[in-house]
């Protein structure tokens, strides 16, 4: 079910756009992905995403079908967080907390794709 870690989110709140310059900036190239709700950078395998909302981090492991590795957490005894949700641009994501308190993000994202490499 898990792909593996995927994406590290940082809610930037209002600075989406300082927040994209400086991430550009410092890799060197601009995101893949540039929306409004949501920009995605491809740092070496990996996705960090930045969204317009409160702040902190948050992580995801990927998933190629989100409704059902929500099923699968939920029979494995994780407790229900945020539900599975389009975020937008076919991104869907939800949280659980794991049997020891822990909060365990997926993420299905189409435009995300690891390099060959």
């Keep these: 079910m898990l792909q593996g870690l995927r994406t590290t989110i940082y809610h930037v709140g209002t600075q989406l756009d300082p927040a994209k310059a400086w991430f550009s900036q410092l890799l060197g190239y601009p995101p893949y992905f540039d929306q409004p709700f949501y920009v995605g950078f491809n740092v070496g395998g990996y996705e960090l995403g930045l969204i317009p ?17 929500w099923r ?3 029979q494995v005894g994780a407790q229900a967080h945020d539900e599975p949700k389009d975020v937008g641009g076919g991104i869907w994501v939800a949280t659980v907390t794991d049997p020891f308190g822990n909060n365990l993000g997926v993420i299905q994202n189409p435009h995300f794709k690891l390099d060959a490499t």
């Design 72 to 74: 699968q957490l939920l």
């Design 53 to 69: 909302d409160g702040q902190g981090a948050s992580t995801y492991w990927g998933v190629p079908d989100i409704q059902a590795a």
